[in-house]
């Protein structure tokens, strides 16, 4: 199991630009791809970037896409969202997330259950 805890979120006017940071523990950060989802109040959680374990390959929602950034540094055990031109319907709590097996990249990476670890969020409020 690994322990992920978020941080970075707060209050941004629209247009203005947040980084979150996830920092991992308990395993081999750099054997698994990560992930950030974000959940809205009365909504479900849903996908916003994933990352793979060498950092090579990234893959974003439609609603985030040139936007935002996924990055990692496997030597800090920590994975990044850049935030930038942000919208007031970005905001959420955005939770990072690691994948259930090492060197595991699906084909579309966008689905929960392929993601076994949670933080336990950041709140992301975009004010219009």
Do not use: H
């Amino acid at each position: 199991q690994v322990q992920l805890v978020e941080s970075g979120g707060g209050l941004v006017q629209a247009g203005g630009s947040l980084r979150l940071s996830c920092a991992a523990s308990g395993r081999t950060f750099s054997s698994y791809t990560m992930g950030w989802f974000r959940q809205a109040p009365g909504k479900e959680r849903e996908f916003v970037a994933t990352i793979s374990w060498s950092g090579d390959n990234t893959y974003y929602a439609d609603s985030v896409k040139g936007r935002f950034t996924i990055s990692r540094d496997n030597a800090k055990n920590t994975v990044y969202l850049q935030m930038n031109s942000l919208k007031p319907e970005d905001t959420a709590v955005y939770y990072c997330a690691a994948a259930v097996t090492p060197y595991m990249w699906a084909t579309v990476p966008e689905s929960k259950a392929d993601f076994g670890s949670w933080g336990q969020g950041t709140q992301v409020t975009v004010s219009s």
